[in-house]
């Protein structure tokens, strides 16, 4: 049980192109869901927090009009990358959290390359 | 400032030895303490966690060792393989907050 899925698993863009990622809990309802950036042998930074139906709280100096966050639903949140440029490339993970539950569930991730 | 504290940064350890991580904290708030594997190229996978009222939990080959006292939590992995190569990282959290802190993690290497 608790698995959170990915979608694209890669994507190539151009620079100045917007992509979604989506992300989905495909067995349990996720009360949050988070987003995180990784770099290459470098840890998990946080990008941003959502609840269902809420705003996205964003880390600092995440800046929340570059990265889009919807959690439309319980099942599914997407991170849009608004004008994307090179040094976005990154590898985006999800997690997401069921209400009496302390731990996240991590997604495969989505490997973002902007040429 | 980092929550948490990982090291070493990365572990060569022959097959069938013991492969040992450690990480410290200073927030004693924190009460829910994962470790988490990582493949390359795909997501972090929960190995095993512990809460505080425990000082060990084993899970097969993996033990977590919890020293509140000290306020540090380590990793082992038992009988180690090959297929164990990976990096790991050690997470903390507090159970009324959503944020989960990362250690900066260790890249395991089992040689046969």
């Known amino acids: 049980g608790a698995v959170v899925s990915q979608h694209p698993s890669w994507v190539i863009c151009k620079s100045g192109t917007s992509v979604k990622i989506e992300c989905r809990s495909l067995?349990?309802?996720?009360?949050?869901m988070f987003w995180y950036r990784q770099f290459p042998k470098q840890s998990l930074m946080l990008m941003a927090t959502?609840?269902?139906?809420?705003?996205?709280?964003?880390e600092q100096g995440v800046e929340k009009d570059k990265f889009l966050i919807n959690h439309a639903s319980l099942t599914l949140s997407t991170l849009t990358v608004t004008s994307a440029h090179p040094e976005d490339s990154s590898f985006y993970i999800c997690?997401?959290?069921?209400?009496?539950?302390?731990?996240?569930?991590f997604g495969p991730g989505t490997r973002l390359t902007v040429t | 400032q980092q929550q948490v504290k990982q090291s070493p940064q990365s572990l060569i350890v022959q097959k069938g030895g013991i492969s040992i991580i450690n990480c410290a904290y200073e927030?004693?708030?924190?009460?829910?303490f994962p470790w988490y594997q990582q493949f390359p190229g795909k997501g972090p996978a929960l190995l095993i966690a512990?809460?505080?009222?425990?000082s060990e939990k084993k899970e097969g080959r993996f033990t977590i060792s919890f020293n509140k006292s000290a306020k540090q939590f380590s990793l082992h992995i038992m009988d180690s393989q090959p297929g164990d190569s990976a990096t790991y990282f050690c997470?903390?959290?507090?159970?009324?907050?959503?944020?989960?802190?990362f250690g900066t993690g260790t890249s395991l290497t089992v040689i046969p």
């Open positions: 067995d349990f309802q996720a009360t949050t």
């Open positions: 959502s609840n269902e139906g809420s705003k996205a709280t964003y």
């Open positions: 997470a903390a959290s507090t159970s009324t907050g959503n944020q989960f802190y």
């Open positions: 997690s997401a959290r069921y209400k009496s539950s302390y731990e996240q569930y």
């Open positions: 927030n004693t708030a924190f009460d829910y």
């Open positions: 512990i809460r505080p009222d425990v």
